[in-house]
């Protein structure tokens, strides 16, 4: 029986790792119920404080964003992670135009349709699918309580009515997946664009028959405006803060430095599992399998996946353990699929770096960075390519 071997990449522990193992399960079992996956949670060997944080300073932090050159609606959405109510925030900027003294003001015509709103059968069943249908519910009334919000009711004409549905169903729908991730939930919806946007398309059609997409006057004054938030809420919550994103940049210099500890726990991963064994393994993980392959013969293994992987720039810079530039891949060295996103920043290709010994798929998530780096599990490309490989 082959058996697939999950190895998570940098930042990953218990609840995440076991929400992304479940879905790599179901793809694969999907396909071939024949296949056993296993788990290789070595995040329980990375990096943690070890004397309660006290090398934290509670000042002088900084948060920088930097630019992008992405498509708008990929620009849009990284904003909308950071900030659900940013696009109402831009809405709030219109000029107000002159109130209507005889009749309802299109502004409250608007709040009755989101405040009344009952999601048809079809916006429910995707709310479902997307995880996030327990939460829809709590996302909409902090969207309609909201100061953008309001501020942005008050902007709404009679010509424009249709062009506040998306912004206000993108709103409900970021809000969703802000409030998922501050309760440690990941659903599918996190990752998955063609999932999140048909969410947001019901949801706009069930606001009303509004134009789909970007509006007009937000289209234009999208990327300049999308200016660099959040220094001072760092420097409040920074030990907060720390402690959600340390372990990412903590599990890779924990991997420089001690990295065998790492590599030995997937070998007793491998050696535990009937083989032929076939390694899936994201980011960090990838590095830690190539170098363990490298280094050892496992003749069990018979086909090593990394996604996103960064063992091609390390291996042509110089720095990969294991392998020093200019060595070839050693002769026991399985196949080799590397998966890539041009979206994600911290994938890289190997198919000319290692001489023909990589093969090299593209997928596209249409995801922003650093989203785009998790998004490979939900993505139809991504298990195309490994299911059609596995022994």
């Not at 925030?89 to 709040?111: A, C, H, M, T, Y």
């Not at 999208?222 to 919550?237: D, Q, R, S």
């Not at 090593?304 to 063992?311: D, E, K, R, Y």
């Amino acid at each position: 029986m082959t058996t697939v071997i999950f190895v998570h990449g940098t930042g990953i522990r218990e609840q995440e790792y076991n929400e992304t193992f479940e879905i790599i399960q179901q793809k694969i079992h999907a396909e071939r119920p024949d296949i056993k996956v296993s788990p290789c949670l070595w995040g329980v060997l990375g990096a943690k404080f070890n004397d309660n944080r006290a090398s934290v300073p509670l000042e002088d932090a900084t948060l920088a964003l930097s630019d992008s050159e992405e498509d708008a609606d990929i620009v849009l959405w990284g904003q909308l992670y950071r900030d659900p109510l940013y696009e109402l925030r831009l809405l709030s900027l219109k000029p107000i135009e002159s109130e209507n003294p005889f009749g309802e003001e299109p502004g409250d015509v608007l709040q009755s349709r989101v405040a009344s709103l009952t999601p048809t059968s079809q916006l429910q069943a995707k709310l479902q699918e997307a995880g996030i249908a327990e939460v829809f519910e709590p996302a909409r009334e902090a969207v309609i309580h909201s100061e953008p919000y309001h501020q942005a009711l008050l902007r709404v004409s009679e010509s424009d009515l249709s062009e506040y549905y998306a912004p206000i169903a993108r709103a409900i729908a970021a809000q969703a997946m802000f409030i998922s991730e501050q309760q440690e939930k990941f659903p599918p919806i996190l990752t998955d664009a063609q999932l999140r946007d048909n969410v947001v398309e019901l949801l706009t059609l069930a606001l009303g028959e509004a134009e789909l997409g970007l509006g007009g006057w937000l289209l234009k004054p999208l990327v300049e405006l999308a200016l660099p938030m959040g220094t001072n809420y760092v420097k409040k919550n920074r030990l907060e803060l720390t402690d959600k994103i340390s372990p990412m940049p903590g599990d890779i210099l924990l991997y420089l430095t001690r990295g065998e500890k790492i590599r030995a726990f997937i070998q007793q991963q491998i050696a535990q599992a009937e083989p032929p064994v076939v390694l899936i393994a994201h980011s960090l993980g990838g590095i830690a399998c190539v170098d363990l392959l490298v280094q050892q013969h496992l003749s069990g293994v018979e086909l090593l996946v990394t996604v996103g992987s960064q063992a091609p720039f390390l291996y042509e810079i110089n720095a990969l353990y294991s392998l020093e530039y200019g060595q070839l891949l050693p002769e026991h060295f399985p196949e080799w699929l590397n998966i890539y996103d041009l979206r994600d920043f911290l994938s890289y290709v190997g198919n000319g770096i290692f001489r023909d010994r990589v093969q090299d798929v593209q997928v596209d998530s249409r995801q922003p960075f650093p989203r785009s780096h998790g998004a490979y599990w939900t993505n139809a490309k991504t298990w195309e390519a490994i299911i059609s490989r596995l022994p």
